[in-house]
Nanobody
Framework: QVQVVESGGGLVQPGGSLRLSCAAS????????MNWYRQGPGKQRELVAG???????QYADSLKGRFTISRDGAKNAVYLQMNSLKSEDTAIYLC?????????WGQGTQVTVSS
């Protein structure tokens, strides 16, 4: 059974940084992509950053330069480094794993940016 687990969220002051982790397990040999989404209060879920199996990355235009996605291929894990955080970055951050056309989601990790 495929599992996706996020960690690393918390409370941070504006201008601060956080690093989120997403670990996937469940016996699959390779994934097609692993992505970070977020859903803020009263907002729709949006793509934050993604990484394909070959290493290609994509980012939401508004977040380029502040957020960086990276991968540990040996562990089927991706990370999201978030810098210069703003109050509008407050959201539940969810990891999405795509394997053979199937999508799997974690429970999410809360990020709150507040002074």
């Amino acid at each position: 059974q495929v599992q996706v687990v996020e960690s690393g969220g918390g409370l941070v002051q504006p201008g601060g940084s956080l690093r989120l982790s997403c670990a996937a397990s469940g016996g699959f040999r390779r994934f097609d992509s692993m992505n970070w989404y977020r859903q803020g209060p009263g907002k729709q879920r949006e793509l934050v950053a993604g990484m394909a199996i070959g290493g290609a990355t994509q980012y939401a235009d508004s977040l380029k330069g502040r957020f960086t996605i990276s991968r540990d291929g040996a562990k089927n894990a991706v990370y999201l480094q978030m810098n210069s955080l703003k109050s509008e970055d407050t959201a539940i951050y969810l990891c999405n794993l795509n394997v053979l056309g199937m999508a799997f989601w974690g429970q999410g990790t809360q990020v709150t940016v507040s002074s």
